[in-house]
C-alpha cells in the first residue's frame, strides 16, 4: 500500500544538480583547484553550521544577512546555530582555533562549497549558493590585496571570461569611515527626514551602505555624494595608489568606483568587485577586498588580511552568457558482445580497459546485439569494440569508429593499448 503523496520539488530557493548539469560544476572545479595551487593557497573545510555569535560579530548586526537572511534554529543542545551564510568567518574562525598563522607568518587558505542566505531568488542567485575563495593572512603590505585581486582575474581568464569590469575602492579606516559617515547623513538629510521611520534608523545604523542602495529616489543625490576617497588617511591613499600600480605593472585593467562599498562590516581600506559586461545589471560575479580586524573579533591577534569570495552559481551563468559550454566528458569505447559466448571475455575486457585509464562501457542485462548499439550509439562513445563467436576464434576484434564510421581490425592482445592511445 503506497503511502500520502510526497511533494517531491525542492524547496524554494533550492536546487538539484543533475547529471547533465554537474560537469561544467566539475570543470569551474578542476580550474579553481588547479588555479589555487598555481599561487599556493591550500585548502580548508568548515562545518556549514556555525555558532550565531560567529556571524553575529564579524557580519555586522545591522547587515541585511544578520537581520535578514540567515538560515539559524536552536539545535538539540540548546545552541542557536546558523547554516553559513559566508565562508570567509569560518575559515578565520578556524584560524584563530588552531593557531594557523601566528604572528611574522603568511598563511594562504581556499576552500569551495555551499552558504546559506534566505533572500530573495533571482536567476543564479539561491538561497543554498556555492562559492569559491581564498584568504591570504598576514600579509600587511599592498602587494597582498593586488595578489588576490590578480589571482581572481586570471581564474576567470582561465575559465575564458573576458569581457569582464574590475571596480576598485578603498573605504579607508575607523577615522575616515566616520568622517564620511557624518558627511553621508549631512548630504542625504533633506532625503532621510521624508522616510519612513524604518529607513531612516537603517541609514543611521550604516551609513556607509547607503551608498549600496538601490532606491531610484536616491540614486541622483548619490551621484553627487563627495567621493569617499576624499577622506582617506594618508596611509590608505598610498595603499591604493600602490595596488593601482601592481595592477598596471601585471596587465590587470581596472576602475576607480568611489561609491563600492561591500555588504559585510568587517572590511577595511582595500574593497574590490568583479562583474561581467554581458550580464548587466546582475552581472557582480565576486567581490573582496581587505579585513584587518577580523580574526581580533574573533578572540585572536590582530592581523592584517585580505581575501575574495567567487560564486560559483553567476560564473557558470557569464559562461553561458559568452557562449561556452563545457562538454560533459563520453565514454571512450561501449564494448558489445555478439554473442552469449562473448559475455565473459565482455566483462574481463571491460574492467581491463578501465584499469588502463580508460573510460569504458559495457551493457549488465544480457541485452541484444541491436540494443547495445543503440546504447553505444546514446552514450556517444568513441568506439564500440564488438566481440563475438569469430572474434573470439581468430583473435582479430573488431573496433569501429562511430563517428566516422570506420572499421578496424585489431589482435586481441593489442586492443587496450591501441584504443588507450586514441582515446
Not at 510526497?6 to 560544476?25: S, V
Not at 576617497?229 to 585593467?253: H, M, N, P, W
Not at 581587505?290 to 574573533?298: K, T
Request: hydrophobic share 40%; with cysteine; glycine share 8%.
Amino acid at each position: 500500500m503506497k503511502g500520502p503523496k510526497l511533494e517531491t520539488l525542492p524547496l524554494p530557493g533550492m536546487q538539484d544538480l543533475l547529471p547533465a548539469d554537474t560537469h561544467a560544476w566539475q570543470f569551474l572545479e578542476r580550474a579553481f583547484w588547479d588555479h589555487a595551487s598555481l599561487y599556493g593557497y591550500r585548502e580548508i573545510r568548515t562545518p556549514i553550521l556555525e555558532r550565531i555569535e560567529i556571524i553575529d560579530r564579524t557580519s555586522g548586526e545591522t547587515s541585511d544577512i544578520v537581520t535578514k537572511e540567515m538560515f539559524d534554529f536552536v539545535d538539540k543542545g540548546e545552541r542557536t546555530v546558523v547554516m553559513r551564510p559566508e565562508l570567509t568567518a569560518p575559515a578565520m574562525r578556524a584560524v584563530v582555533e588552531y593557531n594557523l598563522c601566528p604572528p611574522s607568518t603568511l598563511l594562504r587558505l581556499a576552500y569551495g562549497g555551499p552558504f546559506f542566505r534566505y533572500g530573495a531568488i533571482q536567476k543564479g542567485r539561491f538561497r543554498q549558493a556555492h562559492q569559491f575563495g581564498i584568504e591570504l593572512i598576514g600579509g600587511v603590505g599592498p602587494e597582498a590585496d593586488a595578489e588576490v585581486i590578480e589571482f581572481t582575474v586570471r581564474f576567470y581568464e582561465k575559465l575564458g571570461l573576458n569581457n569582464l569590469v574590475v571596480l576598485l575602492n578603498s573605504i579607508g579606516r575607523a577615522e575616515c569611515r566616520a568622517k564620511y559617515e557624518t558627511v553621508i547623513l549631512d548630504h542625504l538629510a533633506p532625503w532621510l527626514k521624508d522616510q519612513e521611520t524604518e529607513v531612516q534608523d537603517r541609514a543611521r545604523r550604516n551609513p556607509l551602505r547607503i551608498l549600496d542602495w538601490k532606491e531610484e529616489s536616491i540614486q541622483p543625490l548619490l551621484q553627487t555624494m563627495p567621493p569617499l576617497t576624499d577622506y582617506l588617511e594618508d596611509a590608505s591613499k598610498a595603499r591604493l595608489d600602490s595596488i593601482r600600480q601592481f595592477l598596471g605593472e601585471v596587465g590587470v585593467a581596472y576602475r576607480l568606483d568611489p561609491s563600492l562599498v561591500r555588504g559585510l562590516d568587517y572590511y577595511t581600506e582595500t574593497v574590490f568587485e568583479i562583474q561581467s559586461r554581458h550580464l548587466g545589471a546582475q552581472g557582480s560575479l565576486c567581490g573582496g577586498g581587505r579585513y584587518d580586524n577580523l580574526l581580533a573579533e574573533l578572540g585572536g591577534l590582530p592581523t592584517p588580511s585580505v581575501g575574495v569570495g567567487i560564486g560559483i552559481e553567476r560564473a557558470l551563468i557569464a559562461l553561458e552568457a559568452e557562449g561556452f559550454a563545457p562538454l560533459a566528458p563520453r565514454p571512450d569505447v561501449f564494448v558489445i558482445s555478439a554473442g552469449k559466448d562473448a559475455r565473459d571475455t565482455v566483462r574481463l575486457l571491460t574492467s581491463d580497459l578501465r584499469r588502463a585509464g580508460v573510460r569504458a562501457l559495457s551493457d549488465v542485462d544480457g541485452k541484444s546485439l541491436r540494443s547495445q548499439m543503440r546504447q553505444a550509439d546514446g552514450s556517444g562513445a568513441t568506439f564500440a569494440l564488438i566481440l563475438g563467436s569469430d572474434e573470439l576464434t581468430s583473435g582479430q576484434y573488431q573496433v569501429r569508429a562511430l563517428r566516422e564510421q570506420e572499421t578496424f581490425t585489431v589482435p586481441a592482445g593489442e586492443v587496450v593499448e591501441w584504443i588507450s592511445a586514441r582515446r
